[in-house]
């Protein structure tokens, strides 16, 4: 784990300039040379092409996305190094408001680095390594959290399919101490019980945070269908803020009895109903019913993780804006998203403008939709943006 700069390997690039000055990955192809005998995970001088230093990143010979970059200066990557990021990216989260009740603390690349999340849920971390390199400086970036947040306790939640293919163990469990099985946390003037360890992502959906707000405040009076449900984010947001009834659609039982139990503890629970079912089919169900809603949420799984399946993709998405843009009054609102890496918001836009075409509708853009300002997007590093939504209005 040694990172004195002097010592460290050091990697020849074949390029230089321009992206290798501020986009941080580098693939195996474009790699010259090693000079040294990197272990895997551990930081390397990175040199470009023209012989310049380019930075100092984790490398890993087993993956195609060979080394991300961590930092343009020729520093030390230690304990100091990471407490350094850690701060930087609380400060950010903080004067921009963000630092609330549960929020993402650290977002990969978006806060310089990459391979490591961080969620906050009230004093607890979950830390999520999707890289041999965090992986093994675990201990660097417990310390530096608590540095910056307090000594909480830390939830280790490495996402298992990056452990697959970095080569390390994925861990789940408490890192040192043992903290609270679960954790409310308050999102506006809702609240949502969070299960450590259990679920999806690190256990809530923090990135729909502004989008449940925004949509929450369009919703009072209304009829919803909160499709995709998990545990009921939107669901609980729209009837908190008025709306008359809200049907939350999951295929997973859990999301379900997690959308049970967020519902009761904002004690909405009488004007919501869950239905286990496979969206896809439940649409096509409700249309058939000629059945009418004031808001739709549409807010599925990715549809591909891989570019080259982006055309099943589009008809996946086609297929479930059609459907819900069947189901709109007029006046009607449709909050939809997409959360797939590799469909662009022109993409998305254009699969919903030929949804709407086929329903015969007219929708007027509200606005365009994206993540939290907690997972903070570089321009230079477009991959950092993934979630894109628009939320329209049947005319
Ligand atoms: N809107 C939620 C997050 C949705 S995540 C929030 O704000 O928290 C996507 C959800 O879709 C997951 O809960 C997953 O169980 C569910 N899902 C995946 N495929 C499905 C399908 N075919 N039908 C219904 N639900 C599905």
Redesign the pocket.
Known sequence: MSSDDGNRPRLHLTRAGGRTRVHPWIYRGEIAGLEGEPEPGAAVTVIDGSGAFAGVGFYNPRTSLACRILTRREEAVDAAFFAARIAGALAYRRAAGLASDAYRLVWSEGDGLPGLVVDRYGAVSVVQCFTLGMSRVIDWIAAGLRAAVGDGPVYLADDPAGARLEGFEPRRGWLDREGPETVTVREGDARFRVRLGAG?KTG??LD?AEN?ARVGRRAAGRRVLD?????G??AVHALAAGAEHAIC????PE?LAGARENLALNGLAERAELRE????DELRRLEREHARFGLV?L???PFTRRRDALEAARRGYKEINLRAMRLLGPGGLLATFSCSHHVSPAFFEDVCRAAAEDAGVTLRTLGALTQSGDHPVLLTVPETRYLKGLLLERL
């Open positions: 999806h809530f959906y729909q449940r499709a995709f449900s998990y545990s984010g939107f659609l999951d295929s997973s999301a079912v496979n969206a896809f949420i807010d599925p799984p």
